[in-house]
T-cell receptor, first 109, second 114 residues
Framework: KQEVTQIPAALSVPEGENLVLNCSFTDSAIYNLQWFRQDPGKGLTSLLLIQSSQREQTSGRLNASLDKSSGRSTLYIAASQPGDSATYLCAVSTDKLIFGTGTRLQVFP | SQTIHQWPATLVQPVGSPLSLECTVEGTSNPNLYWYRQAAGRGLQLLFYSVGIGQISSEVPQNLSASRPQDRQFILSSKKLLLSDSGFYLC?????????????FGPGTRLTVT
């Protein structure tokens, strides 16, 4: 059974810091991995999708990497801003999406 | 461009009452549709998914049901709500068959069962 874990559960950093969010999964037989952002009381916004054949994807200040063999993905956020404050979720897909419980990020001025 | 709508945005219902949540997608055809629930302090749980009109797959046995009466409409229902049905319900869509492609989520419905 696929299990997805995100560490840390919560993170508080000052504005401007570069930070890394971690996602690990137990079964490497995945089709892709997706990172989402969720603001309080809102739906999910897709940030990046990495196909199983890819190693990383970049969008602006965000960079996501995937190491299937070790069952790990990281989301790197450069020069963090208060507007980045949200919960970040990773999800791996087999025949369906399996979500982690998220990392709650707070960036303070 | 594609958009996904959910309503209502919030709902407070007593135990034992019926439920109907609606999700519609615009700007795409033949989407795969999904219902998720996000309970407090827990991850998203897939409840139902549909690959076409009238085709519903259930992931978790419970007192909820889903229907897809039209290509871009997905409805989540219950005849009698339980306290444990409280949560944040999210609808999502994707394009593709077999492999799960990138999913896009609606704004969600906050359900409180009292």
């Amino acid at each position: 059974k696929q299990e997805v874990t995100q560490i840390p559960a919560a993170l508080s950093v000052p504005e401007g810091e570069n930070l890394v969010l971690n996602c690990s999964f137990t079964d490497s037989a995945i089709y892709n991995l997706q990172w989402f952002r969720q603001d309080p009381g809102k739906g999910l916004t897709s940030l990046l999708l990495i196909q199983s054949s890819q190693r990383e994807q970049t969008s602006g200040r965000l960079n996501a990497s995937l190491d299937k063999s070790s069952g790990r993905s990281t989301l790197y956020i450069a020069a963090s801003q208060p507007g980045d404050s949200a919960t970040y979720l990773c999800a791996v897909s087999t025949d369906k999406l399996i979500f982690g419980t998220g990392t709650r990020l707070q960036v303070f001025p | 461009s594609q958009t996904i709508h959910q309503w209502p945005a919030t709902l407070v219902q007593p135990v034992g009452s019926p439920l109907s949540l609606e999700c519609t997608v615009e700007g795409t055809s033949n989407p795969n549709l999904y219902w998720y629930r996000q309970a407090a302090g827990r991850g998203l749980q897939l409840l139902f998914y549909s690959v076409g009109i009238g085709q519903i797959s259930s992931e978790v046995p419970q007192n909820l049901s889903a229907s897809r009466p039209q290509d871009r409409q997905f409805i989540l229902s219950s005849k009698k709500l339980l306290l444990s049905d409280s949560g944040f319900y999210l609808c999502a869509w994707s394009i593709g068959s077999g492999i799960v492609y990138e999913q896009y989520f609606g704004p969600g419905t906050r359900l409180t069962v009292t």
